[in-house]
């Protein structure tokens, strides 16, 4: 059962989520560096989230452009070390502020997309990092690109429009074995000479860890219930 928000508690949680992803590195035998925590930051407000932003931690994930510019524009301005991840679904309306704002945009999948994101580079000179959401389960409701398509994106984002692809997303279905599609991820990745990998959330931190992630997405195991 998730624990209510605590001030108090946000940093011993993220120390805890760290000292079990690296007891489960260690019990497979893994000595790379363990993935980096994004705290997903959704639904709380910016003076429940500056306690984790004092005590030092610097990245934080967002799912809807409007929420992140309500609280994080004076938020990176007092700490500017901060590194801010769009992590939902981005409508292409909306890239010209995605990119105003975030470091890294985790959600690209569509042609659509990526060109509405270069627009939005060349006009505001600045140059966030890109990774594809790739819709692993084949799910039509869930956004991402489907596994056919995959390369073809890649190609138009790295070809055509030069973005700077970091690397690869997934959030797997709900009812499926999550280490099956982060294997599958990694795989994706390694084909396409993508060196980051982003998955993994609360519930399944640790498997992704020992799958190789690079960062997971960690939210209610920091912060405590949603607000709603």
Known sequence: ???PYRPEA???NLAHISKSIDAAMIEHGLE??????IAVSKRFHANQIRP???AGH???GENRVQEAQEKWPAL???FPKTELHLIGQLQSNKAEEAVALFDVI???DRPKLARKLKDAMDKLDRHPAFF???NTGNEPQKGGVALDDLADLLAYCRDELALDIAGLMCIPPADDDPALHFALLNKLARRHGLAKLSMGMSADYEIAAVMGATYVRVGTAIFGTRPA
Request: proline fraction near 7%; avoid cysteine.
């Open 1 to 3: 059962m998730t624990e």
């Open 52 to 54: 984790l932003l004092e």
């Open 76 to 78: 990176k301005t007092e």
């Open 106 to 108: 985790q959600t690209v």
């Open 10 to 12: 946000l940093a011993g």
């Open 58 to 60: 610097h990245v934080f």
């Open 132 to 134: 594809l959401q790739v």
């Open 32 to 37: 790379t560096p363990r993935p980096q925590v």
